[in-house]
């Protein structure tokens, strides 16, 4: 369960940048199944080269940045459809990072990695390293919440609200959308980077699928916590992240095969649906939602009437 947890806090990342196109910008974007194994293959193959792993990292996510602005001009400037755009740009990707790592598979054993000296400590797999991954988690959320309420976040958001308005006011939809398709790909690809570093190899297929998981992870977390605010939907994203590995643990735990993942992925996005227009959730939220002071004040009034 720990290895899980660990695992769901990673994912978060990736559901982050998930949720910067599917809830932000209202867009569909399918390029996370190639930039996740972009991040995985450059900073792989940067590291066996002898590039520090901090390093590494940061030209995954750099990497990521320019797998998204592709799919992002491909849409704005070659008025392809979103779907579409993201389609051809993972496809093109596999064969890139085919010519990356020069072969399906690019292990990391022996190699100095982010985790490496959590591993000789003896700290990973323990309360400490879910500590750290959770507040490394925590400066991925601050870092969104503070863009998204900056003038250049909150044209993003109203993009995604409301395109035809926004542009009355003179901002450009097409840069909005770019640049959230470069930020939401880059976070994609850092988690992608740490995922191969955390497991120790790097596999041209380990992405495929994943915009299932980002999609769980977001729906999930937003099905059982509030959306009201910025911050917690944000926060919500994490938990969901978390609480996803915990389900396909306890999925596996109980007889399920590995082979079935994608099956319980996509059954659980389906349940998280489905959940919110059932009426008896809707007054378990509800009732979770009303204040203690605002109960005790009905009582009161029922009283003296």
Same mark, same amino acid.
């Given at each position: 369960?720990?290895?899980?947890?660990?695992?769901?806090?990673?994912?978060?990342?990736?559901? #982050?940048?998930?949720?910067?196109?599917?809830?932000?910008?209202?867009?569909?974007?399918?390029?996370?199944?190639?930039?996740?194994?972009?991040?995985?293959?450059?900073?792989?193959?940067? &590291?066996?080269?002898?590039?520090?792993?901090? #390093?590494?990292?940061?030209?995954?996510?750099?990497?990521?940045?320019?797998?998204?602005?592709?799919?992002?001009?491909?849409?704005?400037?070659?008025?392809?459809?979103?779907?579409?755009?993201?389609?051809?740009?993972?496809?093109?990707?596999?064969?890139?990072?085919?010519?990356?790592?020069?072969?399906?598979?690019?292990? #990391?054993?022996?190699?100095?990695?982010?985790?490496?000296?959590?591993?000789?400590?003896?700290?990973?797999?323990?309360?400490?390293?879910?500590?750290?991954?959770?507040?490394?988690?925590?400066?991925?959320?601050?870092?969104?919440?503070?863009?998204?309420?900056?003038?250049?976040?909150?044209?993003?958001?109203?993009?995604?609200?409301?395109?035809?308005?926004?542009?009355?006011?003179?901002?450009?939809?097409?840069?909005?959308?770019?640049?959230?398709?470069?930020?939401?790909?880059?976070?994609?690809?850092?988690?992608?980077?740490?995922?191969?570093?955390?497991?120790?190899?790097?596999?041209?297929?380990?992405? &495929?699928?994943?915009?299932?998981?980002?999609?769980?992870?977001?729906?999930?977390?937003?099905?059982?916590?509030?959306?009201?605010?910025?911050?917690?939907?944000?926060?919500?994203?994490?938990?969901?992240?978390?609480?996803?590995?915990?389900?396909?643990?306890?999925?596996?735990?109980?007889?399920?095969?590995?082979?079935?993942?994608?099956?319980?992925?996509?059954?659980?996005?389906?349940?998280?649906?489905?959940?919110?227009?059932?009426?008896?959730?809707?007054?378990?939220?509800?009732?979770?939602?009303?204040?203690?002071?605002?109960?005790?004040?009905?009582?009161?009034?029922?009283?003296?009437?």
């Amino acid at each position: 369960m720990i290895t899980a947890v660990e695992l769901g806090l990673i994912y978060a990342i990736m559901a #982050l940048g998930v949720y910067l196109t599917f809830r932000i910008l209202d867009f569909p974007d399918l390029t996370v199944d190639g930039s996740f194994t972009t991040g995985a293959s450059v900073a792989s193959v940067s &590291i066996v080269s002898g590039v520090n792993p901090w #390093l590494a990292t940061a030209l995954a996510f750099i990497a990521g940045l320019v797998a998204g602005t592709i799919t992002g001009l491909l849409h704005t400037k070659g008025k392809i459809d979103g779907l579409l755009a993201g389609i051809l740009t993972m496809i093109a990707l596999y064969s890139i990072n085919l010519r990356i790592m020069g072969k399906a598979n690019t292990p #990391l054993l022996g190699e100095e990695t982010l985790f490496s000296p959590l591993r000789k400590a003896g700290l990973l797999g323990t309360g400490t390293s879910i500590a750290i991954l959770f507040v490394l988690c925590l400066v991925f959320v601050a870092a969104i919440v503070w863009f998204l309420h900056t003038e250049v976040g909150m044209a993003m958001r109203a993009t995604g609200d409301n395109q035809e308005m926004i542009r009355s006011f003179g901002v450009s939809t097409d840069t909005q959308k770019i640049l959230g398709l470069a930020l939401s790909n880059g976070l994609v690809a850092l988690s992608g980077a740490v995922i191969a570093q955390y497991q120790g190899f790097a596999d041209v297929g380990m992405g &495929i699928g994943l915009i299932l998981i980002g999609l769980a992870s977001v729906i999930v977390g937003q099905a059982i916590f509030t959306q009201r605010y910025i911050w917690l939907a944000a926060l919500a994203v994490v938990f969901g992240a978390v609480i996803y590995r915990l389900v396909i643990q306890l999925a596996l735990s109980a007889g399920l095969e590995v082979n079935d993942m994608k099956l319980i992925s996509a059954v659980l996005v389906v349940v998280a649906l489905l959940l919110p227009k059932w009426k008896g959730f809707q007054k378990i939220v509800k009732t979770f939602k009303r204040s203690p002071a605002t109960v005790t004040g009905k009582e009161e009034v029922r009283t003296n009437a």
